[in-house]
């Protein structure tokens, strides 16, 4: 387990970082291959089945591009966001309560690094709204309940 603090907060951040480019990297590619079977060779004629099937996977290509932006967004915010240690909650903090991990920058599954499990937290979150600017050993108050906070990094 790693025990410097910021190389702790750098694994998490890059776990953070591959695992949504993995998550562009597979919307762009049901993306592109709907928007291929959706194209239809000028050069054949095509039934009625044919031109139904390529709009099918038209329409399912533009229902795939809302992903791809959507991870496109995430990359560039986690690629942009200070991930420097800090001792209060804010963009780009870990932060630990309850027996959880969380790494506010974009919402996502949750995530192992070294054993530990993480998840991200969107700064639009309620939760995250409750706690900015809390520091380890501060409470809360979210959906009627109290947390403290053990640690910020």
Request: charged share 25%.
């Amino acid at each position: 387990m790693t025990t410097d603090r910021a190389a702790l907060k750098q694994a998490v951040h890059d776990k953070l970082l591959s695992m949504e480019e993995a998550e562009l990297a597979t919307a762009i590619a049901h993306y592109e291959a709907f928007l291929q079977d959706s194209q239809m060779d000028e050069r054949e004629t095509h039934d009625k089945d044919d031109q139904v099937a390529a709009r099918e996977n038209a329409d399912l290509a533009a229902a795939f591009d809302t992903p791809v932006q959507t991870h496109h967004a995430k990359v560039d915010v986690i690629e942009n966001m200070d991930f420097s240690l800090t001792d209060t909650v804010g963009p780009g903090s870990l932060v630990s309560f309850n027996r959880r991990n969380f790494i506010v920058a974009v919402s996502t599954a949750r995530f192992e690094v070294d054993g530990v499990t993480y998840m991200g937290i969107s700064p639009q979150s309620p939760i995250y709204k409750a706690m900015v600017g809390a520091k380890a050993g501060e409470s809360f108050e979210h959906n009627g309940r109290s947390f403290v906070i053990d640690d910020v990094l």
